[in-house]
């Protein structure tokens, strides 16, 4: 099984700073990764695709990049709506997908 | 305008069945997977299993493989997930997912239900 560890498991941060969150597979998923934004008391909610593709919609602060075992989200200048967790999603062992641990983001 | 409607939160006893239901609308809900994912109170995202309601081909996770039963009615464009025996550990958040994949390699989960809150308790 394909295991993916995300970090730091929770952040806090102050409006505008950069924010970056890591995701490490435990093999080589090329670029078959996926980011998601579960605010509280919300269903999950597609940002990115490909490591690096932002999903129509979203706001340009959010980005994602890698490819193999290690990827990253970013987000160019926290927003007080960008409060959520966050979960990267691998998808290279088709149809088996797994999830990370998952991302808490705190406004400091 | 996609939408993925999930049933009603279920309060139940240890050893009681159970079937939610996640009704899909505004797309061609025979052309696209369908996939469960749990969240435990506190917890992350689980992906448990997927089905095609165009011929109800199911895939499951290995650890709800035996655990919950995925089942699809296309006449009436509603995924199924079941329980025969339900457990306090099952207590959860469980959400359906519309999956698509639009161009090989490239597969995500685009439309998501509100979720169903499933509580088990003696």
């Known amino acids: 099984d394909i295991q993916m560890t995300q970090s730091p498991s929770s952040l806090s941060a102050s409006v505008g700073d950069r924010v970056t969150i890591t995701c490490q597979a435990s093999?080589?998923?090329?670029?078959?990764l996926n980011w998601y934004q579960q605010k509280p008391g919300k269903a999950p909610k597609l940002l990115i695709y490909?490591?690096?593709n932002l999903e129509t919609g979203v706001p340009s602060r959010f980005s994602g990049s890698g490819s193999g075992t290690d990827f990253t989200f970013t987000i160019s200048s926290l927003q007080p709506e960008d409060i959520a967790t966050y979960y990267c999603?691998?998808?290279?062992?088709?149809?088996?997908?797994?999830f990370g641990q998952g991302t808490k983001l705190e406004i400091k | 305008e996609v939408q993925l409607v999930q049933s009603g939160a279920e309060v139940k006893k240890p050893g009681e069945s159970l079937k939610i239901s996640c009704k899909g609308s505004g797309y061609s809900f025979t052309s696209y997977w369908i996939g469960w994912v749990r969240q435990m109170p506190g917890k992350g995202l689980e992906w448990m299993g997927i089905?095609?309601?165009?011929?109800?081909?199911?895939r499951y996770s290995p650890s709800f493989q035996g655990q919950v039963t995925i089942s699809a009615d296309k006449s009436i464009s509603t995924a199924y997930l079941q329980w025969s025996s339900l457990k306090a550990s099952d207590t959860a958040m469980y959400y359906c997912?519309?999956?698509?994949?639009?161009?090989?390699?490239?597969?995500?989960?685009?439309?998501w239900g509100q979720g169903t809150l499933v509580t088990v308790s003696s």
């Open positions: 490909d490591a690096s």
């Open positions: 089905i095609y309601p165009g011929d109800s081909d199911t």
């Open positions: 999603q691998q998808y290279d062992n088709l149809p088996m997908y797994t």
């Open positions: 093999q080589d998923i090329s670029n078959y």
């Open positions: 997912a519309r999956r698509v994949v639009p161009a090989p390699m490239r597969d995500y989960f685009d439309y």
